[in-house]
């Protein structure tokens, strides 16, 4: 499976940033200490921490501008937020028309102090979305070199369709967890698959239900990765990415954690393999029963 966009085998969430309460040495450390591990692409939006996440990542980045040569920087645009941020904003929308995409990319270039984005994503479906304007704005921010590949996010493979076949995308970033099951039986992997476009899974831990919920899914699912984790003689949450990453479309999962060590488990899944049985007995715990 093609890695256009060349991104490392789990990506770094930053969606969270602004809520850490670091200071720019502080997050230059996280940044490094994911470099360290080899998880060397983070994600972000325009939208997150209330369009603040970007300026804050720029800020830790231009501490030591030479790790820029070193990783991947993913943005996404197309939400609208009702913030004092942005005051010309009088209701949540979308909007995927040139003239946005391109402010939206100015300004993320702007805030992480590059001079381009290694990946692009259309944040939502927008149904007002028009397929050849938005295709021809990708191609002009691409001769720019300001955007290098694109994407879209949580997108149906019907929606994904259109655009793709005006210009081809690197990725689609969609939610898949043990609790969530839906991109496994909706065709959005399969599309996956058939395209040759490795996904980005955000979520993957479903928030932290799968170590915190008390419904009954959620406990049958932990139990059932405690049990396969100490079978294998892994942590947990390298057990649910090997699970995830296990799928032909071999999909890259995005952690949003603070700690470094979360992103060391998962990357401990690059080391091991689930087999059919195995992957099929987690399945079981999420359905709720076996196969038909």
Known sequence: MHNPAGLSPIVAGAWRLSEWGWTPQQRLAWIEGNLDIGVSSFDHADIYGGYSVESLFGEALALQPALRQRIQLISKCGIKLVSPARPGHTVKHYDTSAAHVRASVEQSLRNLRTDHLDLLLIHRPDCLMDPDELAQTFEALRREGKVRSFGVSNFSPSQLAPLHRRIALATTQIECSPLHLDPLHDG????????????????????????????????????????????????PITLITAWLRRHPSQPLPILGSRRIEVAREAMAALSITLDAQQWYQLWSAAAGREVP
Not at 198 to 212: C, D, E, H, N, Q
């Open 188 to 235: 959005t992997l399969d599309q996956c698959v058939d395209l040759g476009l490795r996904p980005m899974i955000w979520s993957p831990l479903a928030g932290g239900r799968v170590f915190t919920g008390q419904d009954e899914r959620a406990q049958r699912v932990r139990a059932t990765v405690e049990a396969l984790a100490a079978e294998l003689g892994v942590a």
